[in-house]
């Protein structure tokens, strides 16, 4: 049984900042990918980072130069500091890792319940 438990989520005022981070637990052989999604109402869920078991990372264009995404492979654990949040940045946060549950196995991905994060004006 695989676990994703989020933290940090909240309410700040525009141009403030928050730091999300996910930990993983449970039996798995590894996690390749860990990232964070997030889904306004009426909207679709979207990516905002990722980042490889190799640290390589990739951001959706709205977040560079605001958000940085990390990971502790040691603690299996991906956070995500959030710093000049604006009002559209509000949404449910989800941490997602995408891991091998044996060695001999494929990818599967996990999904966290999700943390609100509002950004008021």
């Known amino acids: 049984q695989v676990q994703l438990v989020e933290s940090g989520g909240g309410l700040v005022q525009a141009g403030g900042s928050l730091r999300l981070s996910c930990a993983a637990s449970?039996?798995?052989?590894?996690?390749?990918?860990m990232g964070w999604y997030r889904q306004a109402p009426g909207k679709q869920r979207e990516l905002v980072a990722a980042i490889t078991i190799g640290q390589s990372t990739n951001y959706v264009d709205s977040v560079k130069g605001r958000f940085t995404i990390s990971r502790d492979n040691a603690k299996n654990t991906v956070y995500l500091q959030m710093n000049s949040l604006k009002p559209e940045d509000t949404a449910v946060y989800y941490c997602?890792?995408?891991?091998?549950?044996?060695?001999?196995?494929?990818?599967?991905?996990?999904w966290g319940q999700g943390t609100q994060v509002t950004v008021s004006s």
């Open positions: 997602n890792a995408r891991l091998r549950l044996r060695m001999t196995t494929g990818e599967s991905d996990y």
């Open positions: 449970g039996s798995f052989f590894r996690i390749n990918a």
